[in-house]
């Protein structure tokens, strides 16, 4: 099971952090992923850190987002600064068993149930 917190509405520039406690004693064994949702678009992967720390961004959030995470918590941050209007979406986690953090939605094993993230212009 993966529980994701720590969205809501926030300011243009401004910053979230993004958590998503994992149940279960295999988290330090998946990669993890950060996806978002928003209306009207598909599920897109915005970040994802392997089981051994390699970490993937996409390219609209280089530099802005920071993914990160703590195996003694079981648990995946997104540290997100100077967000933009365009982030706007639902954002979710989601467990990869074989570890190595891959790129598509269907290659993800488990999901959390989401967290709404609005950026206000």
């Known amino acids: 099971q993966l529980v994701e917190s720590g969205g809501g509405l926030v300011q243009h520039g401004g910053s979230l952090r993004l958590s998503c406690v994992a149940s279960g004693r295999a988290f330090s064994n998946y990669a993890m992923g950060w996806f978002r949702q928003a209306p009207g678009k598909g599920r897109e992967l915005v970040a994802s850190?392997?089981?051994?720390?390699?970490?993937y961004y996409t390219d609209s959030v280089k530099g802005r987002f920071t993914i990160s995470r703590d195996n003694a918590k079981n648990t995946v941050y997104l540290q997100m600064n100077m967000l933009k209007s365009e982030d706007t979406a639902v954002y979710y986690c989601?467990?990869?068993?074989?570890?190595?953090?891959?790129?598509?939605?269907?290659?993800?094993?488990?999901w959390g149930q989401g967290t709404q993230v609005t950026v206000s212009s």
């Open positions: 989601a467990a990869d068993r074989t570890g190595v953090g891959r790129r598509l939605p269907s290659e993800y094993d488990y």
């Open positions: 850190i392997s089981r051994g720390g390699i970490t």
